[in-house]
Nanobody, 115 residues
């Protein structure tokens, strides 16, 4: 079955960096677009970044220039490098893919940016 397992979250200070990882299994990883979303308390889940199977990327305006999404098809893993973190980046970060018409999510990893 499809599994997405995120890791790499934590508590950091403003200006710090983190790299999130999402290990995928149960489907042909290199054929699908992968996405990172985040959800802050009391807010809706929002798309942060996406990477297609060919490596094209797009980002939310709020993270452009600070975050980088990448993928390693040999490891079935997608990454989110987050630099210059801000308190407003605090959220649970989820990995996502859509296979046919079904949405798949990981369990999420908490990122907290605070002094």
């Amino acid at each position: 079955q499809v599994q997405l397992v995120e890791s790499g979250g934590g508590l950091v200070q403003p200006g710090d960096s983190l790299r999130l990882s999402c290990a995928a299994s149960g489907f042909t990883f290199n054929k699908y677009t992968m996405r990172w979303y985040h959800q802050a308390p009391g807010k809706e889940r929002e798309l942060v970044a996406a990477i297609t199977r060919t490596g094209s990327t797009n980002y939310a305006d709020s993270v452009k220039g600070r975050f980088t999404i990448s993928r390693d098809n040999a490891k079935n893993t997608v990454y989110l490098q987050m630099n210059s973190l801000r308190p407003e980046d605090t959220a649970v970060y989820y990995c996502n893919t859509i296979l046919l018409v079904s949405n798949y999510w990981g369990q999420g990893t908490q990122v907290t940016v605070s002094l």
